[in-house]
């Protein structure tokens, strides 16, 4: 019997190919002459069942009878669109279609027999009626099963966590798509369990395994709905387990803006990965301060900067002015804006100005253009081991970047300047850290020499999937086989999504009354190996370790950089002021007074110009910043530069640069 199965088989894979490989006209040539034949045949089985007699054969007159119905009936097939149904994607519409064009036969043939005085028993319609029925929407579901069970099964078979409308609609677009095929739900309600939707089985989150394991399925894709209050920390721990990928859809804004469908399947979203929940803003205070605003964003092409441009425009400013010095960057940025400006219909006027912190006379010229009222300051150098090689562009840059802008909004009179500062600004042991809390001394300064530009700073950890952030980094590095690559076995860091900060820095800049350094309650820091760990599990692999040497990601620890430490804090002093935001708090730090701040800044200025480095440093230090470094000066160009000789005219010293 087995080579009679396997030709069965065979003939029906030549059958399917040579459907799906048909011409869209010759398919509907094949599917008007087989309704012909069906229609026919049911027309002929109608009567014979009537009468009672297999060989029943119809007159001259039943043949033309039966001949017009079945014209008629493929007419108004026709004009019931049911030949422009493309069979693999057949809907219940075409039940409904097919309905309605039997009746209506079945009808046709009534009037007929009646206008040609032709012999139609009242039975013979009904019967007529139900045997067209089940042979035109029974052979095109058949072969609709047949097609979607070929490529069913070149299609991965996947669970999607979460039974909500969300869920079935992300079930009907995989349904029509070529890549994944949903097996069944996995439900967060534990009443749901052994239900069905969509003719698909649903299980509780606790039998996730069981249902992997029994629906074969590849991945699993998390759609829960935004309003859905899931415990993150316990649905991540449980999904850790699993031996398959972890994906998600889009959220519902996404959605509604249309930046994404509901199929565009992609890696496990970060805020996931953080295992808490997301800090929520306080709406209406912020589009308060923001409503008919003209704004500024300064790095506006940076991860911080543009998820800021996002947030400004959906607050309806007047206007927003987006300054970065990346042509790249300032383009990528503006088009995104103008789509979603012209999508949602915001009516933002938008302006996309090349231009660097580090230059004041273009601030300022920008800033009285657009009659800026608010100022978000994002630009800035923020990758540590860079910065660390770099130092005299990275003091420029957050340093005297800050200054020159904060100046220049002192000027034209803007009513609000908002720093984008960091954790790495508390207790420095990079240039980095250092130059950013010196901003924030240059910050504090200004807001006590004058009172008409109200300046606050914002200080938050690690931003997940910015640029430079462990993330994508290790996604790669998982992607590509690995190793993944982790500094030390215990360091951590606090984390924070893109739009959390930059929520939070909306937040501070409406609360603000001058001097200001707020920072969030980010809930307890991750261990970045323990990250690792984490992706590389929700990614379907396993680790390579001593203990499980035919694992497929090994984490390799590769030490320490230049000017990084085991762990970031947030606060100077260890009494901070609750604010109107339950997770926001205003840290109370020393500040210096601006005569100080001045004297700091034209040393560090001569310093930059003379490319002194190791002036540079000790300025840093003597400017209470805390900046203590925990390695030797590792300046890239200042290293190789130094004199080689004893003998050399600048005497071990610095090179001077015109």
Not at 198 to 222: C, M, Q, T
Not at 455 to 460: C, D, L, N, Y
Request: one cysteine or more; aromatic letters at 6%; glycine letters at 8%.
């Amino acid at each position: 019997m087995k080579p009679l199965d396997d030709k069965g088989h065979l003939l029906k894979h030549k059958l399917i190919n040579s459907v799906l490989r048909m011409s869209r006209p010759r398919k509907r040539a094949v599917s008007v002459a087989s309704d012909f034949v069906l229609l026919t045949f049911a027309i002929w089985a109608a009567f014979a069942l009537r009468f009672e007699n297999a060989g029943w054969l119809p007159s001259d007159s039943q043949v033309w009878v039966s001949i017009s119905t079945v014209i008629v009936t493929i007419g108004a097939f026709v004009k019931l669109g049911l030949y422009r149904a493309v069979i693999r994607y057949i809907s219940e519409y075409a039940l409904f279609a097919i309905f309605i064009g039997v009746t209506f036969s079945s009808l046709a043939l009534i009037v007929l027999g009646f206008l040609f005085q032709t012999l139609v028993p009242r039975s013979v319609p009904v019967i007529y009626g139900a045997f067209a029925f089940i042979l035109v929407a029974g052979t095109r579901f058949c072969v609709r099963t047949l097609v979607r069970s070929r490529l069913d099964k070149a299609r991965d078979g996947v669970l999607i966590l979460g039974a909500g409308p969300k869920g079935m609609q992300l079930a009907s677009a995989l349904l029509q798509g070529v890549e994944h095929r949903p097996v069944g739900f996995i439900s967060t309600v534990s009443s749901n369990h052994k239900s069905l939707m969509g003719n698909l089985p649903v299980y509780s989150l606790e039998y996730i395994e069981k249902a992997l394991r029994e629906l074969d399925a590849s991945r699993v894709l998390l759609a829960l709905e935004d309003s859905d209050s899931v415990d993150r920390k316990a649905l991540m721990r449980t999904l850790e387990t699993l031996s398959v990928p972890i994906q998600t859809v889009p959220s519902m804004s996404e959605l509604v803006s249309g930046i994404a469908r509901i199929n565009d399947i992609r890696d496990l979203a970060i805020e996931d990965l953080l295992g808490r929940d997301p800090v929520r803003p306080d709406v209406e205070m912020v589009s308060a301060s923001l409503r008919d605003k003209s704004v500024l964003v300064t790095g506006a092409g940076g991860s911080i900067g543009s998820e800021l441009c996002r947030q400004i425009l959906g607050h309806k400013p007047k206007c927003l002015v987006l300054f970065e010095q990346s042509e790249f960057s300032l383009y990528a940025v503006e088009r995104e804006l103008k789509a979603i400006n012209q999508v949602e219909g915001l009516g933002v006027a938008l302006h996309a100005v090349l231009g660097s912190v580090t230059h004041r006379r273009r601030c300022e010229a920008v800033i009285k253009a657009f009659n800026i009222e608010m100022i978000y300051h994002a630009a800035a150098y923020k990758h540590v081991p860079l910065v660390e090689h770099n130092i005299i562009e990275g003091v420029q840059n957050n340093v005297f970047g800050t200054y020159h802008v904060a100046e220049a909004a002192i000027e034209c009179g803007v009513e609000r300047f908002v720093l984008i500062s960091t954790d790495k600004a508390v207790r420095p042991t990079n240039i980095m850290g250092a130059s950013k809390r010196l901003a924030e001394l240059v910050l504090q300064g200004l807001a006590q020499r004058q009172s008409d530009t109200v300046f606050s700073m914002v200080r938050f950890g690690n931003v997940l999937g910015s640029s430079g952030s462990v993330v994508p980094l290790f996604r790669d590095q998982i992607r590509d086989g690995g190793p993944v690559t982790v500094t030390h076995p215990d360091i951590i860091r606090y984390f924070m999504t893109i739009p959390e900060a930059s929520q939070l820095v909306l937040q501070a800049g409406s609360m603000g009354k001058g001097g200001e350094v707020f920072v969030l309650d980010m809930g307890e820091p991750v261990k970045i190996a323990d990250l690792a760990r984490k992706m590389i599990h929700l990614m379907g692999f396993e680790e390579k370790t001593e203990a499980n040497p035919g694992g497929d990601i090994e984490i390799i620890f590769t030490g320490l950089r230049p000017g990084e430490k085991l762990y970031e804090e947030l606060l100077i002093g260890d009494n901070p002021q609750g604010t109107a935001h339950s997770r926001i708090m205003m840290a109370r730090e020393v500040s210096l007074p601006w005569h100080e701040v001045e004297n700091i800044l034209n040393k560090l200025r001569r310093a930059s110009q003379t490319f002194d480095c190791e002036m540079a440093i000790e300025l840093l230090k003597e400017a209470k910043t805390g900046y203590s470094p925990n390695g030797n000066l590792s300046d890239l160009v200042w290293c190789n530069a130094r004199p080689k000789f004893p003998n050399d005219p600048h005497g071990g010293k610095v090179i001077q640069l015109s």
